[in-house]
């Protein structure tokens, strides 16, 4: 709410262009209008479900993701938001159960908000006034990974990450679908969808706003 605010008050330019006006102008909107489509990542980390975007991960769609999360400019939630919906759109699902991927402890205690959480519950809105069943379950808690991994999953394991999820029980009506605002590897997601399987819920796709293209060598 405080943010929402300093938002309104300070002297806005456009994150990505610097136009003076709001903090993303209408040209720079337009570049956010893609259409969703399958972005799997090349591998495809063992266990991740279909993976759907509507943008590459630089220009615009990054200037913005970067804004939202490392700044806290609460104005591009929305926009934000609608991108996200138009992803989950895009796996032609139309009652759906939206599983936020939590932030990492240490930016979260930065920002005090969860911003992937922010972007479902705006994109779920979004879903329902389009006549779609949707909504939010923030089932997903992010654990230290320990030095015993035998109950981490591949993803966890094989990868940098240094923590794991576990979900809480939880039955869902609807398509569940795993969200974050960008996926690279796919590594952080693949271990979302895990901890869901480990509770017995099957996600049956991923959707982000943005994908990373990976370039050789990243993998
Ligand atoms: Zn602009």
Redesign the pocket.
Known sequence: MLLELIDLLVPQE?V??A?PGRS??S??TQELNGRGHRVDPNPVPPGLPPAFSISEYSGVARSVVLAHKERGVRSLTRPLGWALARAVAATGYGSVMLVPIPSSRQSRAIRGEDTVGLLAHCAARDLTAAGMRADVQPVLRQVRARLDQSGLGQAARTTNLAYAFVARPWRPSGAVILVDDVITTGATLAEGARALRAIGVRPVAVATVAATALKKGEH
């Open positions: 456009c990505h262009c136009r993303l102008c040209a720079c």
